[in-house]
């Protein structure tokens, strides 16, 4: 008897679809510096600060040269930040008197609020579709503000924050995490350098020389990583033009140094005075353990960066959940 209790009806799992989630659209929650309690509780920061050790674990000591899967989910967010690139081409900057914050970034901006939803779906399998509008929502933030035309470490966040839900709804999977790192939020960066170089954006709450950078935080982190234990760059020799010149190909940490040089003039030690003193620590695992800490205090815990985070259901404002 207690056999045939056991049993279910045939062929029952195939009639019952799976549980969707109700996707709804991110909104604003943390609104004054009190809230910002609720934001280190609450499971989005959890799962957010989880996905950015996750993939920082994945790249430690390998060069972006390394083999890796390039599954169809990376290959096509690839092609949407093509198609980002390519607006750019077709978007001008326009004359004016201003010489920061070219107006013409709000033509680009407008063309992907108005094709972020159909950008996205190129990603999301059509039995995902619901997911679509919550998900779109990260993208549209993770490219600066079209009011300001500034660009900083909260829409980077948001970039990460994008990666994080296409992982929570199975379109990216355990084995894309060095490609998302090197293929995917690689080319993010270089779109967002072609942004800020061709519409001259502002940095967005930039500390000036005392900031780490003006633009960018996550590639230091995970290119910190990528160094660990490396045979012979040692922190000290990011600040050497030649070991810069001859290895910034394979490290994400001395790109951004690379592109630091190229827009900022005058010596290192005044314009980039942070990573100057990084530059001092002595091993590599150091200055990732230093960068993860200063990642949290100076970005994840500041009102001004996290009052601008959308919480959705994906990234939910309510406490962590104990298993």
């Known amino acids: 008897m207690a056999e045939g209790e056991r049993q279910s009806p045939p062929d029952s799992s195939e009639d019952i679809p799976p549980a969707t989630p109700n996707f709804i659209i991110p909104k604003k929650e943390i609104h004054t510096v009190p809230d910002m309690g609720k934001w280190k509780r609450s499971q989005a920061y959890a799962d957010y600060i989880g996905f950015i050790l996750t993939l920082n674990e994945g790249v430690k000591?390998?060069?972006?040269?390394?083999?890796y899967k390039v599954s169809e989910a990376i290959e096509k967010l690839v092609a949407l930040l093509n198609t980002l690139?390519?607006?750019?081409?077709?978007?001008p900057p326009v004359d004016q008197p201003s010489r920061f914050g070219n107006k013409a970034y709000r033509t680009w901006y407008g063309?992907?609020?108005?094709?972020?939803?159909?950008?996205?779906?190129?990603?999301?399998?059509?039995?995902?579709?619901?997911?679509?509008?919550?998900?779109?929502?990260?993208?549209?933030?993770s490219v600066g503000n079209s009011t300001r035309i500034d660009y900083g470490t909260g829409h980077e966040a948001a970039f990460a924050a994008f990666l994080c839900c296409l992982c929570k709804i199975g379109v990216l999977r355990v084995d894309d995490q060095i490609a998302i790192v090197f293929k995917?939020?690689?080319?993010?960066?270089?779109?967002?350098?072609?942004?800020?170089?061709?519409?001259?954006?502002?940095?967005?709450?930039?500390?000036?020389v005392w900031g780490l950078d003006d633009f960018q935080f996550l590639p230091f982190i995970w290119g910190s990583s990528q160094l660990i234990d490396h045979p012979y760059l040692e922190p000290r020799h990011f600040v050497d033009e030649k070991a810069v010149n001859e290895n910034h190909?394979?490290?994400?940490?001395?790109?951004?140094?690379?592109?630091?040089?190229?827009?900022?003039?005058g010596p290192f030690a005044e314009?980039?005075?942070?990573?100057?003193?990084?530059?001092?620590?002595?091993?590599?695992?150091k200055v990732n353990q230093g960068l993860i800490r200063m990642y949290k205090a100076e970005c994840l815990e500041k009102f001004p960066v996290i009052q601008h985070f959308k919480f959705g259901s994906l990234l939910p404002i309510h406490p962590v959940t104990s298993c």
């Open 249 to 265: 190909k394979d490290y994400m940490f001395l790109e951004c140094i690379l592109f630091i040089t190229e827009m900022k003039t």
């Open 85 to 91: 690139d390519r607006w750019i081409d077709e978007t």
């Open 111 to 141: 063309k992907l609020d108005e094709e972020a939803e159909n950008l996205v779906a190129t990603v999301v399998p059509t039995h995902l579709a619901a997911a679509v509008p919550e998900v779109a929502v990260y993208l549209k933030e």
């Open 61 to 67: 000591g390998k060069k972006l040269t390394f083999e």
């Open 184 to 208: 995917v939020f690689n080319r993010y960066l270089e779109v967002m350098r072609k942004l800020q170089k061709t519409y001259r954006m502002e940095p967005a709450g930039s500390q000036g």
């Open 271 to 285: 314009h980039s005075n942070q990573l100057w003193n990084i530059s001092a620590v002595p091993s590599w695992s």
